[in-house]
């Protein structure tokens, strides 16, 4: 069997955290390294690596706890506004191999810049490169 995550290993209560939302099936604490005040990180209580490898219930029960405490987070620190992010895949900058999405609070003139800063480059794509790539992933 492998090593249990951290993340695991929090909802087995080896690993102190601040908790803010627990149910049957997921659970929410503030981010040890936090990249704002408030930064929370909401997590499926089994572990599975990648969001495509989320049971559909465990989806539906993120989800719904995003959508649950996103106003919680944002009016707990007086904040302006939300990124809600998932780094799903190392190449993603995925760190802990445990799904969670993060919800880190923004401010007014915070310094920090929106999601599209967060791939390289922005690819220069043709209208049939666009038509053919929109088209496989309507298929699958
Ligand atoms: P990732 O890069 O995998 O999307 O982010 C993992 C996040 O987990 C990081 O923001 C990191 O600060 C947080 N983290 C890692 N270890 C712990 C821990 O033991 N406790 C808590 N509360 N957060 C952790």
């Not at 049971?55 to 809600?84: K, M, Q």
């Not at 999405?101 to 049939?128: E, Q, Y």
């Amino acid at each position: 069997m492998s090593e249990p995550t951290i993340f695991e290993q929090i909802v087995a209560g080896d690993i102190p955290a601040r908790v803010v939302y627990e149910t049957d099936t997921t659970i929410a604490f503030l981010d040890a390294n936090p990249l704002a005040p408030g930064h929370t990180l909401v997590v499926p209580k089994e572990a599975h690596e990648r969001l495509r490898d989320l049971p559909d219930e465990a989806a539906a029960d993120l989800w719904a706890a995003v959508d649950e405490l996103t106003p919680r987070v944002e009016d707990a620190v007086d904040a302006d506004g939300l990124t809600v992010g998932v780094n799903d895949g190392a190449a993603a900058g995925q760190e802990v191999p445990h799904v969670h999405v993060h919800l880190v609070p923004r401010f007014d003139g915070d310094g920090g810049g929106p999601i599209h800063g967060v791939a390289g480059g922005r690819p220069d794509l043709s209208d049939g490169e666009l038509d053919d790539i929109a088209g496989r992933i309507e298929r699958d």
